[in-house]
């Protein structure tokens, strides 16, 4: 490899490096959720893959990351392995994942219940052990957080249901697992 392609690909592989090794977030460094930020809409209840009635507002208490997902938004397939992580590592301090799937919403004239065996494929295959609920057909709850315009969209929501944070398209868990710590700690004081 010639000299001037060795230096980018050096610099491309130290910038995942650090990335791959960061370390946890530092609580005294977290940006708290807005005193004033906008209170999220709990107030939906959604059938689960299993065919269960799920309602948002039982979560109310807990920091919630919702995530607006899909099986065929490949960032959406990226981002839940982080998910699941942050879920496994915080489920006991009052945090949890609800993933909403809008698989369906560009089928309209498919039922919503078409799409379960898909998702439950999906879920097994990612091995997802959260809340995985049917919002393709659901246009109340994907206009009260929006609507959404791109995919995955997900929600960072404190223990009093104010909206801490907001993304559209990916982001890296470690930004997620700071805004949870954030949301953490100013439900804590």
Same mark, same amino acid.
């Given at each position: 490899?010639?000299?001037?392609?060795?230096? @980018?690909?050096?610099?491309?592989?130290?910038?995942?490096?650090?990335?791959? %090794?960061?370390?946890? @977030?530092?609580?005294? $460094?977290? $940006?708290?959720? $807005?005193?004033?930020?906008?209170?999220?809409?709990?107030?939906?209840?959604?059938?689960?893959?299993?065919?269960?009635?799920?309602?948002?507002?039982?979560?109310?208490?807990?920091? +919630?990351?919702?995530?607006?997902?899909?099986?065929?938004?490949? =960032?959406?397939?990226?981002? +839940? @392995?982080?998910?699941? /992580?942050?879920?496994?590592?915080? $489920?006991?301090?009052?945090f949890v994942v609800l993933g909403v799937s809008v698989d369906g919403m560009e089928e309209s004239d498919v039922p919503i219940d078409e799409t379960v065996p898909r998702l439950q494929?999906?879920?097994? /295959?990612?091995?997802?052990d959260y809340p995985i609920l049917l919002g393709g057909h659901r246009q109340d709850m994907l206009d009260a957080f929006g609507p959404p315009f791109g995919f995955p969209t997900t929600?960072?929501?404190?223990?009093?249901?104010?909206?801490?944070? %907001? %993304?559209?398209?990916?982001? =890296?868990?470690?930004?997620? /697992?700071? /805004?949870?710590?954030?949301?953490?700690?100013?439900?804590?004081?």
């Amino acid at each position: 490899m010639k000299v001037w392609m060795a230096v @980018p690909v050096m610099i491309a592989l130290l910038a995942l490096a650090a990335t791959a %090794h960061a370390s946890e @977030p530092n609580l005294q $460094e977290l $940006e708290m959720c $807005e005193a004033d930020g906008e209170m999220a809409n709990l107030d939906f209840t959604l059938k689960d893959i299993d065919g269960e009635d799920v309602s948002l507002s039982d979560y109310a208490g807990k920091v +919630i990351l919702l995530d607006f997902w899909a099986t065929w938004c490949v =960032p959406c397939r990226i981002e +839940i @392995p982080g998910f699941i /992580e942050l879920f496994d590592k915080y $489920e006991s301090d009052g945090f949890v994942v609800l993933g909403v799937s809008v698989d369906g919403m560009e089928e309209s004239d498919v039922p919503i219940d078409e799409t379960v065996p898909r998702l439950q494929a999906f879920a097994e /295959e990612l091995q997802m052990d959260y809340p995985i609920l049917l919002g393709g057909h659901r246009q109340d709850m994907l206009d009260a957080f929006g609507p959404p315009f791109g995919f995955p969209t997900t929600f960072v929501i404190g223990r009093d249901r104010k909206i801490c944070s %907001h %993304h559209t398209g990916y982001a =890296p868990k470690e930004a997620f /697992e700071a /805004e949870i710590l954030a949301a953490m700690a100013d439900s804590d004081l």
